[in-house]
C-alpha cells in the first residue's frame, strides 16, 4: 500500500491561510495525490487531486513538490466551517480504487 | 441531483442478531464502496462493487459480511450475528467511473452508525 504522513494536527486562526503537508516519498510514477476531508459526523468529501502540477479549485490548493515526494493543501482563507480531519491518498491502479486512509491531520479553526 | 443517501442513520441491534445497511449511490454511479470506521480509529475499506459483481472484497471481514449491489435497488451491507465489536459507523461511497480510473472522485454518504448493545 502507498504510505503516506500527516502530522497528527494542527491550528489555525480563521480567515488566514492554512499549509497541510502531506509526505509521500514511497510514491512511484503513475500515483495520483488525493485529498479528502472528513467533517466531525459526516462522512468524508473530496478536496482536491493532482499528478504532478499544482492544482487549483474553488475548495483549495494542491502544491506538488517537483520530486513528488510531497505535496501541501493550501486553504486560501481557513473558516470555522474549515475544521475537520484532513487525509492525503496515493491513488494507484493495483488498489482497484479503494481509497487507503491514514490516520490525517486534524486541523481546528479558532475565530 | 441528490447525494449518496444511507439508511438507516442509526441502527442498534442486539448481540446476535442481524443489521442491514443501505446504500444509494448518486445518479448515474455504478461503482459503490463501503468503508468502516470504528471508534476513535480511521476509515478502513471493505468492499467495492460494480452492479451485480463484487470488484474487490480484500477489506471485509471472513465471516459474518457480506454485501451485494444489484441491478436495481440499493446496494446492502449484511451483517449477521452482530458482536459488540461490529459497533461502528458505515460509510458508502459511490463513483460513477472505475476504481482503475485514478482520477475519479468517491461521493460520500453521511453513514448509518451501527451500536451492538
Known amino acids: 500500500d502507498a504510505k503516506t504522513t500527516q502530522p497528527n494536527s494542527m491550528e489555525s486562526n480563521e480567515e488566514e491561510p492554512v499549509h497541510l503537508p502531506c509526505n509521500h516519498s514511497?510514491?512511484?510514477?503513475?500515483?495520483?495525490i488525493h485529498w479528502y476531508r472528513q467533517l466531525p459526523s459526516q462522512g468524508p468529501e473530496y478536496v482536491i487531486h493532482g499528478l504532478t502540477s499544482n492544482v487549483n479549485n474553488r475548495m483549495a490548493s494542491l502544491a506538488i513538490a517537483e520530486d513528488r515526494k510531497s505535496s501541501t493543501l493550501i486553504l486560501h482563507r481557513a473558516t470555522l466551517r474549515d475544521a475537520a480531519v484532513y487525509y492525503c491518498?496515493?491513488?494507484?491502479?493495483?488498489?482497484?480504487?479503494?481509497?487507503?486512509f491514514g490516520q490525517g491531520t486534524t486541523l481546528q479553526v479558532k475565530p | 441531483n441528490a447525494g449518496v443517501m444511507q439508511n438507516p442513520r442509526h441502527l442498534v441491534r442486539r448481540r446476535g442478531q442481524e443489521a442491514r445497511l443501505r446504500c444509494s449511490p448518486m445518479k448515474g454511479h455504478s461503482h459503490v464502496y463501503w468503508y468502516r470506521q470504528l471508534p476513535e480509529e480511521g476509515l478502513k475499506f471493505m468492499v467495492y462493487?460494480?452492479?451485480?459483481?463484487?470488484?474487490?472484497e480484500s477489506g471485509m471481514p471472513k465471516e459474518r459480511f457480506s454485501a451485494e449491489f444489484p441491478k436495481e435497488g440499493p446496494s446492502i451491507l449484511r451483517i449477521q450475528q452482530v458482536v459488540r465489536g461490529d459497533s461502528a459507523a458505515y460509510f458508502c461511497?459511490?463513483?460513477?467511473?472505475?476504481?482503475?480510473?485514478?482520477?475519479?472522485?468517491?461521493?460520500f454518504g453521511p453513514g448509518t452508525r451501527l451500536t451492538v448493545l
Open positions: 514511497t510514491i512511484s510514477g503513475t500515483d495520483y
Open positions: 461511497a459511490s463513483s460513477p467511473l472505475a476504481g482503475i480510473e485514478l482520477t475519479d472522485t468517491q461521493y
Open positions: 491518498i496515493l491513488r494507484r491502479s493495483s488498489n482497484t480504487g479503494k481509497l487507503i
Open positions: 462493487l460494480q452492479k451485480e459483481n463484487i470488484i474487490d
